[in-house]
């Protein structure tokens, strides 16, 4: 299962890089490949393992379980370690009553409204970068599931 669960996060890995393409083949390689994919590594082991023998202990080992779990547990983790606006708009006149300041470092992961994962420090945060790092960690999340999925039904039957 230890196994399967590393091969699946290598996989998991290479689509997270593959998603930040725009990068330079260095780093990208370096930063995104194999600094996030030691992330999405223990990540795996530390929610997966727990989660995939709780799978098999219930039988309901196909492969759109592995997917849909793994799916919702990466779109949890998108919500959580990821930054959204706490302000509703950006106020029109200045007064003292305006008491919300938008935080100029987040965090996001969404490969659809920025050039690179991680702390950001440009312009702030919008609700697009919120919803896209919950989306692509259900993608990552589900490219986890059906790999595992895939590989520990392989080494399974041999």
Not at 4 to 26: E, G, Q
Not at 30 to 50: D, E, H, N, Q, S
Not at 51 to 72: C, D, N, T
Not at 89 to 110: G, K, Y
Request: glycine share 6%; proline share 7%.
């Amino acid at each position: 299962m230890t196994k399967a669960l590393l091969k699946s996060s290598v996989a998991a890995s290479a689509v997270f890089a593959a998603a930040w393409f725009r990068a330079p083949p260095l780093r990208m390689i370096v930063t995104y490949f194999l600094f996030y994919g030691i992330m999405i590594t223990i990540f795996a082991f530390v929610l997966g393992l727990p989660l995939a023998r709780l799978i098999e202990r219930l039988k309901i080992g196909r492969w759109w379980s592995y997917l849909s779990i793994a799916a919702v547990a990466g779109a949890l983790l998108g919500a959580t370690f990821s930054s959204h606006p706490t302000c509703p708009a950006p106020p029109s006149i200045a007064s003292a009553q305006d008491t919300c300041i938008e935080n100029p470092r987040s965090i996001t992961f969404s490969p659809w409204t920025r050039s690179a994962p991680g702390v950001i420090d440009s312009h702030p945060i919008q609700w697009a970068d919120y919803f896209g790092t919950i989306t692509f960690g259900a993608v990552i999340g589900g490219v986890l599931g059906v790999s595992f999925w895939f590989f520990y039904s392989r080494n399974r039957k041999t």
